[in-house]
């Protein structure tokens, strides 16, 4: 069965770089703010910071996908993403 998308006439939205963080706890902090994190011991970023492109949401995929669509902005989902955001 065909399946049918009509989309608007207009453009994507413009979006701002979200911001950089400097360290792997600030992703944590930025997660959950009401709780209190410890030492963070060890991660996989390294001393150069974190990468632009990552940004700290609570529920990532879903509020990924419900801003996107509400903001209409433009969104790429690789398959990796869906089958990382279902595994977790």
């Known amino acids: 069965m065909p399946v049918t998308i009509k989309t608007t006439a207009h453009g994507a939205n413009l979006t701002r770089p979200p911001q950089a963080l400097d360290h792997a706890k600030q992703i944590l902090d930025r997660i959950d703010p009401d709780r209190r994190h410890g ?50």
Do not use: K
């Open 39 to 88: 030492d963070l011991i060890q991660s996989s970023f390294d001393a150069d910071g974190i990468p632009g492109v990552l940004q700290a949401e609570n529920n990532g995929f879903v509020s990924l996908v419900t801003t996107a669509y509400g903001l209409h902005r433009r969104l790429r989902i690789r398959p990796e993403d869906l089958w990382l955001a279902i595994i977790n």
